[in-house]
């Protein structure tokens, strides 16, 4: 069983190139944000060259509100990689955020068998290096004001 | 595409541990294949392969004693570019740049590198895989997976659907002496208490680790004619890049217009359907997303029989697929949907004219004829 100082799987760390360091420098200061196109206004993740929908290179970094919903995930019960081991069953999320992109994550303190499409969480930013800081989701606070 | 054809088809055997070199099974495919076609390795010019295979176009034809290579290349991505390939070399020779073009693949996908393995598919955190490894998505799998959760949801495909297309490949399966689980009955209760891998994917929905090679040959329609057998003529084939959609949609919503345009079929006219199924359920989602069914029809219609050879009316990986056969990615679907327009097939469709191939997700397909 290999764990980073957090008890989360030793999973690869991510090595952030020029085009998306921004991503990760935004999360290590405290804040999630998402690349968005300065012509068109589009929010794009992962951050590319171009904006998808107008072609523009220009773009800027849009704090998001961090709350979103479970967009559909799966829960690894066999260590088909070596860092699952001691870690199983293990759950992988893909949440929608409530601007629209969606973000491969963790679930923290929400156990496998509760996990469901379309549930509402909120993000919390986990220091796992003294470089890297990863977005993760629990359950919100407080109730939601739909 | 019509004017070009596949003249041979080569397979060595399929098993867990080979005992030979990459590239020994990737020869020994082609020379089975070139001697089903009746041509003579001298007059290969063309070899094209899968980009995350080991054994290059320059050691097949310094191997094969190919005096002029016109026409090599590969073609990037995963296993899932075998319709791909075929659409490339089909271009080539209808352009006159080659004449007999070879795809081939040699793998110790057991023994050697399995691609089930993060340690094997992993990228260490680089480039895509920033946002994707450090959450756990380590193999195609964990994105497989996401995929299939979410259209469960949308609609209402269940695991036990899942079972029917693995139950119905083994049948398959049970019928051909070569496939690995030849001699393996599977029942639908199997695979409803198999363990999960990576849920919603139980262990039989997971396609088998095969080590073995695989080869065709294809030339123009004209040559083919004059070979040893009865050319599978190349009706259509299309290759495309990404769905819009990409956890919900296979890439077969951008490959199926342009397929179907340039067969000018629909797909109630196909005869006999060959999908790649590295796992399970990506049959229903392949039935839904070319159009043999509607969207959310593709379960129902598995769990009813429709893809068994037996009674089914629209027979599905008659040689067991990767699920049961081999998992050669892709290139054993490509013989098996030549066999069916041959006539060869352990599960022959009758009087199987049109045979219909998916080499991954959506993101190619071929459609291949029965000559006149």
Not at chain 1, 4 to 13: A, H, I, M, V, Y
Not at chain 1, 116 to 141: A, N
Not at chain 2, 325 to 344: C, D, F, K, P
Request: charged share 20%; with cysteine; glycine share 10%.
């Amino acid at each position: 069983m290999t764990s980073t100082p957090g008890g989360r799987p030793d999973f690869p760390l991510p090595v952030p190139n020029e085009d998306g360091a921004p991503f990760w420098e935004h999360l290590r200061a405290g804040e999630l944000c998402i690349q968005q196109c300065t012509s068109c206004g589009r929010l794009q993740h992962p951050p590319r060259v171009l904006c998808p929908g107008c072609g523009s290179p220009d773009r800027d970094w849009a704090p998001m509100s961090g709350r979103g919903t479970v967009y559909s995930f799966v829960v690894t019960h066999q260590a088909i990689h070596p860092s699952f081991e001691g870690h199983l069953p293990y759950v992988t999320a893909l949440v929608e955020l409530e601007e629209g992109p969606r973000l491969a994550t963790n679930l923290l303190d929400i156990p496998p068998g509760e996990v469901e499409i379309g549930m509402p969480v909120e993000v919390e930013l986990v220091p796992v290096s003294d470089e890297i800081t990863l977005p993760l989701f629990r359950r919100p606070s407080s109730p939601r004001v739909e | 595409m019509h004017r070009v054809a596949i003249a041979g088809i080569g397979e060595t055997d399929y098993s867990r541990n080979s005992g030979r070199s990459e590239t020994r099974l990737a020869l020994d495919a082609i020379q089975h294949a070139l001697d089903d076609a009746g041509i003579d390795r001298t007059e290969v010019d063309g070899l094209m392969r899968w980009s995350v295979d080991t054994t290059s176009e320059e050691e097949v034809a310094a191997n094969l004693g190919v005096k002029d290579l016109a026409w090599f290349g590969e073609v990037n991505q995963a296993g899932n570019v075998g319709a791909a390939l075929v659409t490339h070399a089909a271009a080539a020779i209808t352009a006159g740049l080659a004449n007999v073009v070879v795809i081939y693949r040699g793998v110790n996908g057991r023994s050697g590198r399995r691609y089930g393995r993060g340690e094997v598919t992993g990228r260490r955190g680089q480039g895509g895989a920033a946002y994707t490894e450090p959450f756990g998505i380590l193999t195609p799998q964990h994105g497989l997976a996401m995929l299939a959760r979410r259209r469960m949801h949308e609609f209402g495909t269940t695991s036990r659907q899942f079972g029917w297309v693995a139950v119905s490949e083994r049948e398959h399966a049970n019928r051909n002496p070569r496939a690995t689980y030849y001699d393996r009955p599977l029942t639908i209760e199997d695979h409803q208490d198999s363990r999960l891998i990576v849920d919603p994917f139980r262990l039989f929905d997971c396609c088998l680790e095969t080590d073995g090679g695989g080869a065709i040959v294809l030339t123009s329609t004209e040559r083919a004619r004059d070979l040893k057998q009865p050319p599978a003529l190349i009706r259509a084939a299309a290759q495309s890049g990404y769905s819009e959609r990409p956890y919900v949609d296979t890439a077969a919503t951008s490959t199926a217009p342009r397929l179907w345009a340039q067969a000018e079929l629909r797909p109630d006219e196909i005869d006999v359907v060959q999908i790649y199924d590295h796992f399970a359920p990506f049959v229903i989602f392949a039935l839904e997303d070319y159009g043999f069914v509607r969207r959310g029809e593709g379960g129902p219609f598995v769990e009813a029989g429709g893809m068994r050879w037996d009674g089914g009316t629209l027979p599905v990986n008659t040689s067991g697929g990767h699920l049961s056969e081999a998992y050669l990615q892709g290139m054993n679907q490509l013989i098996e949907s030549v066999r069916q327009v041959r006539g060869t097939s352990t599960s022959q469709v009758a009087d199987a004219h049109l045979s219909f191939c998916d080499t991954g997700i959506g993101t190619g397909a071929i459609i291949l004829e029965r000559d006149r």
